[in-house]
């Protein structure tokens, strides 16, 4: 293994039910190892680790984060690498929400976590398993612990992106603006788009489009976000794999009134229920393409859905820049699915963006151009990597 100065970080993204860890060395992207453990608190979980050549899944009851963490450790004491031997610099935590306090990577202290729970009104089904996780990781791991927030990249939006046109008074006392999220992997994507092109950061302007079961869209100019679309949660945007973007507010009170729903039913209806599932029953891009080309209506429409709201956001966020070098697509459905990228710019010749069939119908996992050589606008694929960006946050901040 070829690390040299720095040791690898391991990177912890620890959610309700999973914990994703990776261990990754920071200045050549190498991965040594990677692991998900599953099902975390039901009677019955999964645990998967990797080490590049060989993996191995085996299944087990995991009772709680700690039980996830001791596994982790197990996990490498049986298959490798050994990890007290490979010197790690630092571990780094994904945080979904950093509220208004932090705005950038933090070591993580007795303080630091007091603040994270503070702010889990704010991300009750994220930040609490995010807590769950470092404890049990602090307790185990006796060097820094580094937080590195979803919401970071997106703390500098203009007020006018992030305001919310309610009573001023009751959004500052609670709290209530756009956060947006997702925005480590906007981060790591805008920046590489601009290194493939051999652009500067500074006269750069950018729409990222980061499309997984989770999606969000970006605006960014010179190397800062000026909008995007998620906003004091996960909920609001694009039409996700199981959660509804958009919607007139008032049908939250008028599914309250008119279908006798609660206020907890209308909320799982909207973030696990709604999205593509809702609309046609499936949420996995790869089943509805199937669907689609047996000719599904229901499917069809939902691709219809997705993609008119992709587009309208593409306009939308265009004049927000007030000019537009590149569009790019990044994450499990952004990277591979052609068929949507194809959707999202079609006809768009008079707006500058020319999509070049060939190159977006090709198999790749690099980042590359799939316009057409002569098209003003340039469309990207760029594969993102939010373990690798973490990792290096993480290093930058204890190295
Ligand atoms: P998340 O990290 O938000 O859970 P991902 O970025 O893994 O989500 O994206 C999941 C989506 O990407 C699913 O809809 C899946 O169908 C789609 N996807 C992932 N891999 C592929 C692939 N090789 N081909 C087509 N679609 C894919």
Not at 59 to 82: I, K, N, S, W
Not at 121 to 144: K, Q, S, T, W
Not at 165 to 193: C, D, M, N, Q, W
């Amino acid at each position: 293994m070829s690390w040299t100065a720095a040791g690898p970080v391991l990177v912890i993204n620890s959610g309700s039910s999973s914990l994703k860890y990776q261990l990754v060395v920071p200045d050549t992207a190498e991965v040594l190892a990677s692991g998900l453990i599953e099902q975390i608190g039901e009677s019955s979980g999964r645990i998967s680790h990797s080490t590049g050549e060989q993996s191995w899944t085996r299944e087990d009851p995991v009772a709680d984060h700690g039980a996830a963490l001791t596994l982790l450790r197990e996990q490498f004491a049986a298959h490798g690498p050994d990890l007290d031997g490979v010197g790690i610099t630092a571990v780094g935590h994904r945080v979904v929400h950093g509220g208004s306090r932090f705005s950038d990577p933090v070591v993580i202290d007795d303080d630091v976590l007091v603040e994270i729970e503070k702010l889990s009104p704010l991300a009750p089904l994220h930040n609490p398993a995010a807590l769950a996780g470092i404890r049990a990781a602090r307790e185990r791991f006796a060097v820094p612990h580094v937080a590195v927030f979803d919401t970071a990249f997106f703390a500098g939006l203009p007020a006018a992106a992030s305001t919310y046109a309610i009573p001023a008074e009751l959004a500052a006392e609670h709290a209530i603006k756009k956060y947006g999220f997702h925005g480590t992997s906007h981060e790591f994507v805008s920046r590489r788009a601009a290194e493939v092109l051999g652009r500067s950061t500074e006269d750069f302007r950018v729409i990222v489009f980061h499309l997984g079961n989770g999606a969000s869209v970006s605006a960014v100019r010179g190397g800062a976000a000026i909008e995007t679309s998620m906003g004091l949660t996960p909920l609001q945007g694009l039409v996700m794999g199981t959660r509804s973007g958009d919607i007139d507010p008032s049908i939250y009170p008028y599914l309250h009134d008119a279908a006798g729903l609660s206020i907890p039913e209308i909320d799982t209806l909207l973030n696990k229920r709604s999205g593509l599932k809702g609309l046609c029953g499936d949420n996995d891009f790869r089943v509805l393409d199937r669907r689609i080309a047996d000719g599904d209506e229901a499917a069809e429409r939902a691709f219809a859905v997705y993609v008119h709201r992709l587009r309208t956001y593409l306009g939308a966020y265009a004049f927000a820049l007030g000019r537009l070098d590149a569009v790019v697509f990044t994450a499990g459905v952004g990277e591979n699915n052609a068929r949507v990228r194809a959707a999202a710019t079609a006809d768009l010749e008079h707006f500058g963006l020319v999509l070049d069939e060939a190159r977006n119908t090709e198999r790749s996992r690099s980042a590359r151009v799939v316009s057409a050589t002569d098209s003003p606008v340039t469309i990207m694929v760029v594969p993102t990597d939010e373990e690798l960006a973490i990792a290096r946050k993480a290093e930058q901040l204890v190295g």
